[in-house]
């Protein structure tokens, strides 16, 4: 079944109307120029929402959930693909190949709103997700499986794969442990580099009793960990030193500067060099 509204051209439908598009139930809607004329307060436009489809649901229940819009995919067949949800917004007014030349303006993949009112009686058991990530599954793929993946579509990738507003959170994220109870390390930050010959691998994580272990190249060659400033005549100073835990080999890992006269590459001594069971760490003059 299909209803439009204002008679929309066959190039916005998906492939430009080049290609097959089947669907159970199809909304279309063309927005004309005009549509701001109606003015609900004299300054807001009488149409804020115009949608091809619409959903909206209200519960009074205390089981059953309201969902406004509900995407449902299922694979029948090896190798298949499944998409619960898909969206597409353009700067252009065509489907299938891209024009030229594209509109300037605002382009929002999705808007997801949450709207929220303190009850009568004061907040009591109740929260809140923007987006939440769950499903359920008896064991993990052997390829990959990203709670959320960023593409790399386009000519140079998104400027920022995330970004929060000034004053939009009090932390940016909470990253919880690797096990769901018991004695855990946090899950890992994994950074990649590269030197255009091979990638390196550091890791970011907080272990069980509670330190935080830096570890550059994991997978390779000791590398250096190197704390400054984005000025390179001022360091980041390092305290206290005595809480600087180094490698287990001897290497230059850390700069510090200690007395304000520039930074110095700390230097770890042999086994035992502070006594037994000690290291010790050396910085020049």
């Known amino acids: 079944m299909t209803v439009d509204l204002g008679n929309p051209p066959a190039k916005l439908m998906p492939g430009g109307n080049d290609y097959g598009v089947v669907s159970a139930i199809s909304g279309l809607i063309e927005i004309p120029a005009n549509a701001n004329v109606n003015k609900i307060d004299g300054v807001t436009p009488g149409y804020i929402i115009t949608s091809g489809v619409l ?57 997801i709103d949450v709207n929220l009112v303190a009850p009568a009686a004061g907040w009591k058991g109740t929260n809140v997700d923007g987006i939440w990530l769950t499903g359920e599954w008896n064991s993990k793929p052997d390829g990959q499986m990203n709670g959320l993946h960023i593409g790399a579509q386009g000519a140079a990738g998104w400027k920022n794969a995330i970004k929060t507003d000034h004053g939009a959170a009090a932390e940016f994220a909470e990253i919880g442990k690797t096990a769901k109870s018991g004695a855990s390390p946090s899950q890992v930050i994994h950074l990649i580099s590269s030197d255009g010959k091979g990638d390196y691998h550091a890791l970011i994580q907080a272990d069980p009793d509670g330190s935080v272990s830096i570890k550059p190249n994991y997978y390779g060659q000791t590398k250096g960990l190197v704390i400054s400033s984005a000025d390179p005549t001022h360091f980041v100073q390092v305290h206290p030193v005595e809480g600087i835990v180094a490698p287990s080999v001897a290497t230059r890992a850390l700069l510090v500067d200690l007395e304000g006269k520039g930074a110095k590459m700390v230097s770890v001594g042999p086994p035992d060099s502070c006594g037994k069971g000690r290291r010790c760490l050396s910085v020049p003059n």
Do not use: C, I, L
């Open 55 to 111: 959903g909206v649901a209200r519960t009074a229940s205390t089981v059953a959930p309201a969902v406004g819009v509900y995407g449902g995919a299922h694979m029948a067949a090896t190798n298949a693909q499944a998409w619960g949800a898909n969206f597409t917004s353009k700067n252009f007014d065509t489907s299938g190949v891209p024009p030229k030349h594209g509109f300037n303006g605002q382009v929002y993949g999705t808007e």
